[in-house]
């Protein structure tokens, strides 16, 4: 293999793909990016068996030429180390030359590196998919990846709330997510001809969001019982998909209301981010709001702190009074999600969760269940 390319777009390729590299395996062979020259371009790949991405550079873009093809091949390299050199390279241009042995010759102007590689022929076999894809525009995937995203579960012990729901019913999309301490579900249109039920881990909706563009771009969305695959404009990015049954998660959200408020949203996450600094001493992040006739009282304190109060309007209130306390946190991350210059809480008790929306805005809801305290 022996092909030169310019070194930047060497370099955006070679970091889309490092997302993808395992950090601590016991499997030399996933600690690498493969490399795969051809006459059409470069294809750079990266995996930790779990999430894979492939990258894919064409010899032309924009009427540029940006590789130069000398020998076909292909090529193992560790990830980390290639990056690294690729970064620190002294021109704009960067020669690679697989000699026997697969020892890797890395050239830039005086600069030469000679590194060890291994067979490409080790690297795992990326999976199959051949069903019809379906595809959404780049932007709303984004979006509807930061909405429920937030929500999905850090722990290991119930590895099926690492992963988002995705529900496909009567044309809809659900997209849900919990961790047993509150839950974000959102509702897109999505036309289907069969019935949809995955789950896909957080981890590589993440990774997608940082990967897909903020425009109108179509996204193809294909999927095995097991593996799901997101097609961008030259990238691919393959997610195993975990098994198991999700909660019913309309089961838990309530369906009356005690106490109904709507208020400024910028306002009450100020208000609310501001009762948090204190807050932080306490491992439930806790802070109290208290309805009264129209205002709401924020609270917070510790005892070797001090505490906050601040008052915020309501522009409507009805309903019960209402004294309740929650994590800090998981209010300020359900408010940033919320689009709408109001949102509307919905309370049905002290102990019981309570729900948000944005202001005439049904397609999503989050949920937050309170902390008990003193």
Not at 5 to 33: G, Y
Not at 182 to 188: A, D, E
Request: charged share 25%; proline share 4%.
């Amino acid at each position: 293999m022996n092909f030169s390319i310019k070194k930047e777009r060497l370099m955006q390729s070679v970091n889309e793909c490092l997302r993808a590299v395992a950090t601590k395996t016991p499997q030399a062979i996933l600690t690498t990016i493969k490399l795969e020259v051809s006459l059409q371009g470069l294809k750079c790949t990266g995996s930790d068996s779990d999430i894979s991405i492939e990258s894919f550079i064409p010899i032309e873009e924009a009427g540029d030429e940006v590789i130069e093809v000398f020998n076909a091949g292909s090529i193992c390299l560790n990830a980390r180390l290639f990056a690294e050199i690729i970064r620190k390279l002294p021109t704009d241009t960067v020669e690679l030359n697989v000699k026997g042995n697969f020892q890797t010759v890395i050239k830039s102007g005086k600069s030469e590196f000679k590194i060890n590689g291994l067979d490409a022929d080790e690297y795992p076999k990326l999976p199959t998919i051949d069903h019809e894809p379906y595809a959404l525009q780049a932007k709303i995937l984004k979006e509807m990846i930061k909405q429920t995203g937030y929500a999905v579960s850090s722990a290991e012990t119930r590895p099926i709330l690492t992963g988002i729901n995705w529900k496909v019913e009567n044309n809809m999309l659900i997209c849900a997510a919990t961790d047993s301490h509150r839950l974000s579900k959102k509702t897109i249109p999505f036309e289907s001809s069969e019935e949809i039920n995955i789950i896909i881990p957080g981890k590589s909706l993440d990774e997608l969001s940082k990967l897909a563009n903020d425009d109108e771009e179509l996204v193809e969305i294909s999927f095995t019982p097991s593996q799901i695959l997101f097609k961008m404009k030259n990238i691919l990015l393959y997610s195993r998909l975990l098994e198991g049954n999700y909660p019913d998660i309309n089961r838990l959200i309530p369906t009356e209301e005690k106490t109904v408020m709507k208020i400024n949203t910028k306002d009450f996450l100020r208000a609310v981010d501001r009762a948090s600094i204190l807050a932080k001493d306490d491992k439930s992040h806790t802070v109290k709001i208290v309805s009264n006739d129209g205002l709401i009282e924020i609270s917070s304190k510790t005892s070797e702190v001090g505490n906050l109060l601040e008052e915020v309007q309501a522009s409507e209130l009805s309903g019960e009074e209402i004294t309740i306390s929650f994590n800090a946190r998981y209010m300020i991350e359900a408010l940033r999600t919320i689009e709408s210059e109001n949102v509307v809480i919905n309370f049905t008790g002290i102990m019981r969760p309570f729900v948000l929306t944005g202001e005439n805005d049904a397609s999503m809801i989050q949920l937050i269940l309170p902390v008990r305290t003193v």
